[in-house]
């Protein structure tokens, strides 16, 4: 069972407003992803991270930033929100298996409304 | 340009039947994953393939990695309404410290009673 979790579930937020979504794991997984899912729509990695003090842009071009002071927490940042940054947001953390395959553990999204 | 393509679409089918759905890439993946969605929630990992050819079973389910580990099949032997989902499959590329995922557009299946 994986322990990744995402706060807010739900959001809405005017323009212009600054928004932090949290995402913390309890794996000790030293990566960590932010994806974006538009409805009915493939997943886009937007921000990864290999570890403390690492971060890298995903291939999603992504106007939010990311932070990992932690190994557990991997917090997305909105400077100034806008209705395009309307989606669901996703984390995830991985682990690597046996085999050298790393296995992906999502946490249950937070669904961002910028109004 | 998608590098993980995912057929059919939209499924609808009846309880019990039978039915297989499809990823396929250009690309060569290290290892594959499936991946089963609810609405509001987030994926939930089902199985990870790895060696070319591989296959794994997961009760009803059959996964099947392609030879050239370009591409996967999902079997699902009588379908039940539960297994009413998004099935996305992901690609792992990169070295194996490196490793990022790659997704599909999944497959929206409707199993109905």
């Known amino acids: 069972e994986a322990d990744i979790y995402q706060t807010p579930r739900y959001l809405v937020i005017g323009t212009g407003k600054k928004i932090t979504l949290e995402c913390s794991q309890t794996?000790?997984?030293?990566?960590m992803y932010w994806y974006q899912q538009d409805p009915g729509m493939e997943l886009h990695l937007i921000h990864y991270?290999?570890?403390?003090?690492?971060?890298e842009k995903g291939d999603l071009s992504s106007e939010s930033t990311v932070s990992r002071i932690r190994t557990e927490h991997f917090p997305l940042t909105l400077e100034s929100a806008r209705p395009s940054h309307t989606s669901q947001y996703l984390c995830?953390?991985?682990?690597?298996?046996?085999?050298?395959?790393?296995?992906?553990?999502f946490g249950p999204g937070t669904r961002l409304t910028v109004t | 340009t998608q590098l993980l393509e995912q057929s059919p679409q939209f499924l609808s089918i009846q309880e019990g039947e039978n039915l297989t759905v499809y990823c396929n890439s250009s690309?060569?993946?290290?290892?594959l994953q499936w991946y089963r969605q609810e609405p509001g929630e987030g994926p939930v990992l089902l199985v990870t393939?790895?060696?070319?050819?591989e296959v794994k079973k997961l009760k009803r389910l059959t996964f099947q990695f392609g030879d050239a580990r370009k591409d996967s099949s999902l079997h699902i032997t009588a379908a039940q309404p539960g297994d009413t989902g998004l099935y996305l499959c992901?690609?792992?590329?990169?070295?194996?410290?490196?490793?990022?995922?790659?997704f599909g557009p999944g497959t929206r299946l409707s199993v109905l009673p």
């Open positions: 690309s060569v993946f290290s290892s």
């Open positions: 393939v790895v060696t070319g050819g």
């Open positions: 991270s290999y570890g403390v003090n690492s971060t």
């Open positions: 995830a953390s991985s682990e690597l298996r046996k085999g050298q395959t790393y296995e992906q553990y």
């Open positions: 992901a690609g792992a590329r990169g070295t194996n410290y490196g490793q990022n995922f790659v």
């Open positions: 794996m000790g997984h030293d990566k």
